[in-house]
């Protein structure tokens, strides 16, 4: 398990510049403040999400409580320099792409909601059911990574 929250954060990490370039404002910093950290607090998703999955006999990870524990954890740490709430909902993302689906939402109700989870106005639960109330089958091949941002319309 912590494997895979290890290479979920690599990826997150290495494309980091990429989301911020191609995302708008905050462009000009793609440092993180502890590198380490920002893995630490991936793999603790996929910990709790892990955990959830066991509480419920279930034989593997929800991808839907898996993107809500990260969207949270990484909305709500800020271990990123920039753009810390484009980070969270790419993470998300990507977890629910890895099982063929994506967000359905405006970028705005996205970027509107994931300031509520980084304000502590909305918990992971809320943030799971969020996502479930959105979630939709990718059509076709997945996307690349930072394009997740481009399918929400």
Avoid at 49 to 68: E, S
Wanted: hydrophobic share 45%; glycine share 8%; charged share 20%.
């Amino acid at each position: 398990m912590p494997e895979r929250g290890r290479a979920l954060a690599a990826r997150l990490i290495s494309n980091h510049a990429y989301v911020l370039r191609n995302t708008g404002p905050g462009t000009e910093n793609a440092a993180f403040k502890d590198a380490r950290a920002f893995e630490g607090h991936v793999v603790s998703a996929y910990q709790a999400a892990d955990m959830v999955a066991q509480q419920l006999g279930a034989a593997d990870i929800d991808p839907l409580v898996l993107a809500g524990y990260l969207l949270h954890h990484l909305a709500t740490t800020q271990e990123a320099e920039n753009g810390n709430k484009r980070l969270a909902i790419c993470a998300a993302s990507e977890a629910l792409a890895q099982d063929g689906y994506r967000i359905d939402a405006t970028s705005s109700h996205v970027a509107q909601f994931v300031i509520e989870v980084a304000t502590g106005k909305k918990s992971v639960h809320q943030a799971i059911d969020w996502l479930a109330e959105r979630v939709a089958p990718i059509h076709g091949s997945p996307p690349s990574y930072g394009d997740h941002l481009i399918l929400m319309t």
